[in-house]
T-cell receptor, first 112, second 112 residues
Framework: GNSVTQMEGPVTLSEEAFLTINCTYTATGYPSLFWYVQYPGEGLQLLLKATKADDKGSNKGFEATYRKETTSFHLEKGSVQVSDSAVYFCALLRTAGNKLTFGGGTRVLVKP | SQTIHQWPATLVQPVGSPLSLECTVEGTSNPNLYWYRQAAGRGLQLLFYSVGIGQISSEVPQNLSASRPQDRQFILSSKKLLLSDSGFYLC???????????FGPGTRLLVL
């Protein structure tokens, strides 16, 4: 079946540090891949997405590249801010049906 | 533009009491609608999805039910709440195949 594995948190960083959150997936076919962010007490917001191999999604300084050869979709940001403190979820949308499969989420805490 | 509303935002209910959570979407027609649950410290689990009025699919057996009385309205219900029903309930919508799903602000439910 489909599954998404994320690195466990929490990840604690200082402001302006480089952030990487690893995400790997298992799926049949060619799923679309997503990163969602959840700020404290809020719902999920779409951060970025990629729909085919080698696509790069980017938004708000975050980037992730769809790597089919390594079945990965790692999230990166070159210089984090305190406001980036949140929980980040990697997800895949399987090709049959419209159901998202989520990773367990990674909590990121950025300290000033 | 499209917006999604959920209410109430927070709910505290005794064990054995009924539940009704509502989700409405504006600015789109015939969306696919989804209910997810996020238990404390865990990832998201898809509970129900609907591709049209009166069409409900359940992903996991549970104490909850869902209904879609109107095109842009999705309701999550229970006749008798259990302690294990506590969590953060998120409604989402999407349109078409390989869709992106957009989430509402969520309802935090605490069953005591």
């Amino acid at each position: 079946g489909n599954s998404v594995t994320q690195m466990e948190g929490p990840v604690t960083l200082s402001e302006e540090a480089f952030l990487t959150i690893n995400c790997t997936y298992t799926a049949t076919g060619y799923p679309s891949l997503f990163w969602y962010v959840q700020y404290p007490g809020e719902g999920l917001q779409l951060l970025l997405k990629a729909t085919k191999a080698d696509d790069k999604g980017s938004n708000k300084g975050f980037e992730a590249t769809y790597r089919k050869e390594t079945t990965s979709f790692h999230l990166e940001k070159g210089s984090v801010q305190v406001s980036d403190s949140a929980v980040y979820f990697c997800a895949l949308l399987r090709t049959a049906g419209n159901k998202l499969t989520f990773g367990g989420g990674t909590r990121v805490l950025v300290k000033p | 533009s499209q917006t999604i509303h959920q209410w109430p935002a927070t709910l505290v209910q005794p064990v054995g009491s009924p539940l009704s959570l509502e989700c409405t979407v504006e600015g789109t027609s015939n969306p696919n609608l989804y209910w997810y649950r996020q238990a404390a410290g865990r990832g998201l689990q898809l509970l129900f999805y609907s591709v049209g009025i009166g069409q409900i699919s359940s992903e996991v057996p549970q104490n909850l039910s869902a209904s879609r009385p109107q095109d842009r309205q999705f309701i999550l219900s229970s006749k008798k709440l259990l302690l294990s029903d506590s969590g953060f309930y998120l409604c989402a919508w999407g349109v078409g195949s390989k869709e992106t799903q957009y989430f509402g602000p969520g309802t935090r439910l605490l069953v005591l």
